[in-house]
């Protein structure tokens, strides 16, 4: 139940005051409703062109390929993976940013993808469930999962392995604490915590990815 | 059987390759959305379509209630839609206009009794009228002599909150009709059960009707049928001519897919000066919904000679109740279990020493004896205190312990195994797996059968076209399937034997099957690789069917739990430090995932104790935490140390194989709130142990009262 935020790493919101209004209607979804009606005048004081509300193009890199996609500009990343790319591997639980199984990686971070528009992710570097594994050869975060049986039902399964990964490639040798404190960000409903905390343990030294 | 066998299905979860119902993506498909009554109690008085069905995108639209017709809680289905996108689907159903006249609700078991409460059923529903239902009162012995016994009484009421499934993976389906006939991919707990859900609801032919589940995300006891949202993806997909796949959101799951009923007792019982139970007076009631009964078993396990208890339902404006893990027992064994420390307390017993002596006879699914005894030692309950840490300072520790029984057993079922001439295997079975590990435990069987190691079977589960299988609920999966495909993997091994005796010169009762081989009994060198004997079999593959028969499996479980907790007195925070459970399930099947359904019920009921509530707000009937930021459950930090004793000894191998999924969720609860008394030296006789309960609980007993 602890936010997944690194405090080593402060999130950093890094824009002008024009890019700001250029972004402010994707920083989340309510304001995206809010620039629909705003955004016109906003381009007419400052510039930038309209996004949507209709579909528009999106050109993401997951797993080191390029997609491209027509979505409107309100589709979150996870959506637009798992509806327009079928790419279904990562989970949509709680949809809100609570539970951790639509977690992906971005740019080296994790991400609650439910809770991250598509377009904002453009030119970033997105790493999910169904690209970790090379071939027929599992990642050893999933095997290590695998092996622990550190999951029943699967479907928090997608989420926490990417966690791990993040964790693993962040602190390869990670201690109990770090583990906890690591997956404290995902929530399990078959109760498989103590499997998964057995294999997270057991990873030792797993090259970054 | 009975090794650690890792979960078949692991790499395709671990890989995201495992595709659930909610990853169907058909060709053409679009998105359902259903429309909602917000109010917990009102009347629908129009439904209006029009503007919804004029939205981008739309390709259906119907409305579910029709005028005049109740809704019941918050969340019960009046409308739906669907669109080509799943954003559009959204927006189309905030479109449908639907007029309603409210009516006064009822949001708390307390409400609903009052003299002049508001009804929930006017009239006859479901066999409910007003706001409550007697039910049975169960007598016996003397109840008056058994108080005269007493030299101690305890008189106090116990309760247990409502609590959600919350299944990770929500309720839902993906329809696609060919012509008249349907395939539905739902999120279920039986997939023959829902095909006939489908077929009574849609008013077509069982055989029209084929359901998928080859992966599903929980369902704890939720998932039993096609449900509103089933019949209505069906219609949107027949109206819009395309596949539709229509999923619940997280907040429509907690509102209109089942909870945990909640559990009141108001309770009397006597104890005499040795410690013997002598009587037990109980009024009992709880809340399923609107509509659903809340039954629980009490008193619980232990033997009161002489009682009686009367049981009332209670119904709410709240989404009807569905069977939970090891429905009735988690709450039955929250209200005796602490009455039974109160009573040890009062006649000077230790817990342990005063429920072992008010134990029903030992039988094979009774041995809680032992394992208290067993369990103590290794948890080292001698280092217990009294009630009441002693020590100074704000964090008090203390222990716990509780017994829990469970049914399980097998309630018969059908499996095909086929072995073809390359020596591959095929068990069809028409079963399904909830994470439980019914895929790897098909496999498991028939390799055992056979002598094949595991991974050379293919298990084929989760779909309507295989054999007849019930649904898996009440811990009944492994011992149901388990016998039919023993039987019919040792019948498709008669037949091999057949086909491979007169090539080695014996008959085929002389043969045996081991370690891949086909050989003589008691002469290994004298026989033939799996697949040489496979190639025996000709261009027909040896394919039988079987069922399941008594004797291979039994119903009854029993076991016990122990817990060591701290508690900050300063800011009522429990943190659970250890739990150890002695557990025992018959033959166990798979020991790796036996553990894992271990491991994962003592989970789910910490959750229960120290996190879970639904909470609907008193004056609004609304479910204030309809998500899950403030519908807690345990993370990984929330987890303590626990330990398993699996107690497979000879006398319970033989019993065979009985089921482990519900049985070790019971009483975990009851254990942790039990050593939060031991700690605190406070009784908190309800759930959930939250910290402002806890603190309030402690002023509580410090002015002289209590909660």
Known sequence: ?209 | MSTRVKRFDGPDKVTGRAKYTFDINRPGMIWGKIVRSPHPHARVVSVDLSEAQRAPGVKAALAWKDPGARALYQGDPVAAVAADTEERANDAARLVKVTYEQLPHVASEAQAMAADAPKVFEDVVMGAKGNTKAGNTDQQGDLEAGFKEAAHIVEQTYATHVITHVCLETHGCVCEWDGDKLTAWVSTQGVHGTKDGFAQGLKIPASNVRVITQYMGGGFGSKFGPDAQGLICARLAQQAKLPVKLMLDRKEEHLDTGNRPSAFAKIRAGVSADGKLTAFDAESWGTGGAGAGAQFPLPYIYQFPNRRRAHTDVYINAGQQRAMRAPGHPQGCFLTEILMDELADRVRMDPVAFRIKNLPEGAPNRRWADYFTAAAKSFGWDKRHPTGDPKPGPIKTGFGCSAHQWGGGGRGGRAHVDIANDGSVVTKCGTQDLGTGTRTVVAVVTAETLGLPANQIKPEIGDTMYPVCGASGGSTTAASITPAIRIAAGKALDQLFSKAAPQLGVTPDMLMAEAGRIHVKGNTAKGMTWKDACKLIGTEPISVDAEWEDGLSSTGTSGVQFTEVDVDIETGIVKVKRILTAQDCGLVVDRLTAESQIYGGIIGSLNFALFEDRILDRVTGQMVNPNMEFYMLAGMSDVPKIDIMIMDTPEQRARGVIGIGEPPTVSTASAIANAVRNATGVTIRSLPLHPHRILAAIEQQKAGGTL
């Open chain 1, 1 to 209: 139940m602890a936010h997944k935020n690194d405090p080593d790493k402060p999130e950093r919101v890094n824009v002008s005051r024009r890019s700001f209004l250029k972004t402010a209607g994707v920083s989340s979804l309510a304001a995206t409703v809010a620039s629909v009606t705003e955004a016109p005048l906003a381009e007419a004081q400052a510039g930038p062109a309209v996004v949507g509300p209709g579909e528009v193009p999106v050109q993401l890199m997951v797993n080191g390929k390029r997609l491209d996609l027509r979505i409107e500009p309100r589709v979150t990343l996870l959506n637009a993976l798992r509806n327009r790319a079928d790419l279904t591997g990562n989970k949509r639980v709680c949809d809100r940013g609570q539970c951790g199984a639509c977690t992906m990686i971005i740019d080296g971070r994790t991400a609650y993808s439910c809770s991250t528009l598509a377009i904002e992710v453009q030119g970033k570097q997105i790493r999910t469930v169904d690209g970790l594994s090379d071939g027929a050869t599992l990642h050893p975060v999933q095997q290590a999962f695998y092996d622990h049986d550190s999951l029943m039902c699967g479907f928090c399964t997608p989420g926490f392995i990417m966690a791990t990964v993040a964790l693993v490639e962040k602190h390869p040798n990670a201690t109990a604490e770090q583990v906890r404190k690591g997956l404290d960000g995902n929530i399990c409903r078959c109760g498989t915590f103590t499997r998964i905390f057995e294999a997270a343990t057991s990873l030792k030294g797993v090259a970054r990815g």
